[in-house]
């Protein structure tokens, strides 16, 4: 079937459309490769599309204007898109043109894998944060007592805080007397004295040294046979003795480097101005050894009647820890206080101090008889108020009776109280205290100027 003009002049238009196309660029011939040179860069796929659409876009608008002037159907103007098509075969090339997308295409496809590759590490950091298998606890028949107390006597860790790890234990063993004992925590000694074998100290004076010729040349020349105080309070053979640690500087920096051996918490060694010391000794034919100190501070704001307390390793489980609370509670009545230790204590401090106002508040629950408030028994026992109510909290002793809480005593605590009256067998007596409340004037409590 013959073409109208129309058709013709269409086709003619479209043919020098891409013939301009071929020579500027836009198009490639059948037989050329359509990769890129490996030294020409290549370019972003939106920019050569646009390029290649600019000519037959163009062409479009034109037939349009066409159309608008002439008024043909739009099926004529299908038919002969179609025929530009066959004829000018503008797409292929524009498909030639547009094989470099592929590439940027492959290109893109590498993002999805290293996508994947994100997730597998993200799915790793969840397995590495997922937490471990929880085993389940021991029964609770295989915990005992007095193990628990043995484990907390004779270990602990090495020491006081995550900053100071290089800060172990740096003694091994101590030799005090006739006794020879190990080391628990890490003691500011000298440098020359770490790391001996044995460390060698006198039992009166607290004096350290190297080797046994030392200590013996030393014995020969220390006249000291008790603490360097005043003996305040003396039963059978037991001595209590006072010290002020500004008057005695010497004797309290080397009882507190003794004392931090077996304290992990101890901090303070150098600065002894402003405490006193109290310091438990056991008389005999060669003079008054050392069994256990507690200090206190000379003027304390919040009412504490001990800052630091110790029994010698040597003399545990004999009761002399109980005496020295007790003893430190006494002096508070003598003063007209109410006195509780200072905080924190070590685990061995912390069941002492349980276990001695456990007994002290039940004692004073029956020796009231039916009717007896908190304050009471703190009035009684110079233990404040909240040390009370802790331990009643502890030992479950407040019950809820007609709308108001009540102190009731079980029969397992009656029971455990009557088991460690029987285990008793020193105690500590007001009638032997001989002494009276330190005064200090303001001059004098004036430390570090």
Not at 83 to 112: I, K
Not at 122 to 137: F, I, K, Q
Not at 275 to 298: N, P, W
Not at 366 to 378: K, M, P, Q
Request: charged content about 30%; proline content about 7%.
């Amino acid at each position: 079937m013959p073409r109208s003009s129309k058709e013709h002049a269409l086709l003619r238009r479209a043919a020098l459309n891409n013939a301009v196309a071929v020579g500027k660029g836009w198009g490639t011939p059948r037989g050329a490769s359509a990769s890129p040179s490996p030294a020409a860069s290549p370019s972003p796929a939106p920019s050569s599309s646009l390029k290649r659409k600019a000519p037959y876009e163009e062409a479009q608008e034109e037939e349009e204007d066409d159309e608008d002037a002439i008024g043909e159907p739009d099926g004529d103007i299908e038919m002969a898109d179609g025929d530009a098509d066959a004829d000018g075969e503008v797409d292929p090339d524009a498909d030639a043109d547009g094989e470099a997308d592929p590439d940027v295409d492959a290109d893109a496809e590498a993002d999805p894998d290293a996508d994947a590759d994100g997730e597998a590490d993200a799915e790793g950091e969840l397995d590495l944060t997922a937490s471990p298998p929880v085993n389940p606890p021991p029964p609770l028949s295989s915990f005992s007592k007095e193990a628990e107390i043995e484990k907390l006597r004779t270990s602990g860790s090495m020491t006081q805080s995550v900053s100071e790890i290089a800060r172990v234990k740096n003694l091994n063993r101590l030799s005090i007397g006739r006794h020879e004992v190990d080391a628990w925590y890490f003691s500011p000694y000298p440098q020359e004295y770490a790391h001996l074998p044995v460390l060698y100290i006198c039992e009166f004076c607290l004096a350290y040294f190297p080797s046994q010729f030392m200590l013996t040349r030393h014995r020969k020349r220390c006249n000291l046979l008790c603490p360097p105080g005043n003996e305040i309070y003396r039963h059978e053979d037991l001595s209590f003795f006072e010290i002020d640690g500004k008057k005695q500087l010497t004797y309290c920096r080397n009882l507190s480097l003794l004392s931090k051996c077996f304290l992990d918490h101890k901090t303070l060694y150098y600065d002894v101005t402003p405490f006193m010391y109290y310091v438990m000794c056991q008389r005999d034919s060669t003079g008054s050894h050392l069994i256990a100190y507690f200090s206190k501070e000379k003027e304390s704001a919040e009412n504490y009647n001990v800052a630091c307390i110790l029994t010698l390793p040597q003399y545990q489980r004999h009761g002399y820890g109980r005496l020295v609370i007790e003893f430190s509670y006494l002096l508070s009545q003598r003063e007209g206080k109410l006195g509780s230790p200072e905080k924190p204590l070590s685990d061995l401090g912390l069941l002492g101090y349980r276990a001695y106002w456990a007994d002290k508040i039940v004692e004073a629950v029956l020796t009231a008889g039916e009717e007896i408030s908190v304050d009471e028994i703190a009035q009684a026992t110079s233990i404040t108020h909240a040390d009370v109510m802790n331990t009643c909290t502890t030992l479950q002793l407040f019950k809820h009776y007609k709308g108001q809480h009540i102190i009731c005593l079980s029969d397992a605590v009656l029971e455990r109280y009557e088991k460690s009256k029987a285990k008793r067998r020193r105690r500590i007596f007001k009638e032997c205290l001989n002494w009276r409340p330190p005064s200090f004037t303001r001059d004098q409590l004036r430390f570090g100027w």
